[in-house]
């Protein structure tokens, strides 16, 4: 196993971050486009791009829905996407010996 | 990026989120064991003739404490929920509000059975109902997240409630600080073990 098996989706900087922390969520929530960003500290045109990429992958979806007249962006991982990252999390931990932990879930009750 | 940095970032970020918006039950625990366990000990020892500190400070010091731990209960809620939503999320903030809401009316309800009762047993009243009221909480958010020992610490404390009243003033004060704040205390133990 080499470095090649990390998904490339998932393996650039901007696009782990966002993924560890939608999967920090409990399955079925959402997060708001400006929350991502305040977490994240980047800037929206950068987080768009990336969101793009791991939406094209089918990661995430992306809904867009009204409140009060205000658009309002969600962002939620899709189980395919929480697979991918369990995958990226399990073949980063086989590359590294001696961290063959539980992946961290991260769901608090 | 090599993978040993990969896993850096990924367990940077977890430590990260789970302070800014995973809401840690343990230390909302931890921070109410030391409210009942200050507030009503200082209520203890500001009661009676033989009390060792002034008297308004025994009434004072619980009153602040109880309003301080709702309001950071409340924005630590708001704060680590705030942008997200879910089933979860829901469920736990109608919970919340459970505890809140309950509190605000029992506080109303004590207040107006409190003109018609002595002082002692206006005190047994508020100790016991608010005892009473965290273990059924306790109990049915146990139910909630199917939890067991958080059931138990829910059952212990209504038993305590019972205690208190049983246990007649100033008595009922020591029940509320090492019975009350003990089981906020022995859940926040176990949550945060059971969290890591």
Known sequence: ?109 | MTPADSLAIIESEQRRLSRRVQFNPALINAMWAAVWFVGFGVAYLGYGDDRTIPGWLGATVPTVLIIGGMVVSIAYGFRTNAGISGPARTAGAMYGWCWTIGFVCLAAVNIALGRHLSDSDTTLLWSATSLLLVGVLQASGAALFRDVVMFATGIWTMLCAGAAALAGVPGNFLVLAFAGGGGFALLAVYLHWRHR
Not at chain 1, 41 to 49: H, P, R, V
Not at chain 1, 54 to 65: C, M, N, P, R
Request: glycine residues 4%.
């Open chain 1, 1 to 109: 196993m080499s470095s090649d098996d990390l998904d490339p989706v998932i393996h650039v900087q901007a696009r782990l971050r966002v993924m560890v922390s939608l999967a920090a969520l409990a399955p079925d929530d959402l997060i708001t486009f400006p929350r991502l960003r305040d977490l994240l500290e980047m800037t929206a045109g950068n987080l768009s791009i990336h969101l793009r990429k791991l939406e094209e992958a089918g990661y995430i979806v992306i809904s867009k829905t009204f409140a009060r007249r205000t658009p309002v962006t969600q962002i939620a991982l899709t189980p395919d996407g929480r697979k991918a990252f369990d995958n990226y999390v399990a073949t980063l931990r086989a590359l590294l010996p001696g961290t063959e932990r539980q992946p961290t879930e991260g769901t608090a009750p």
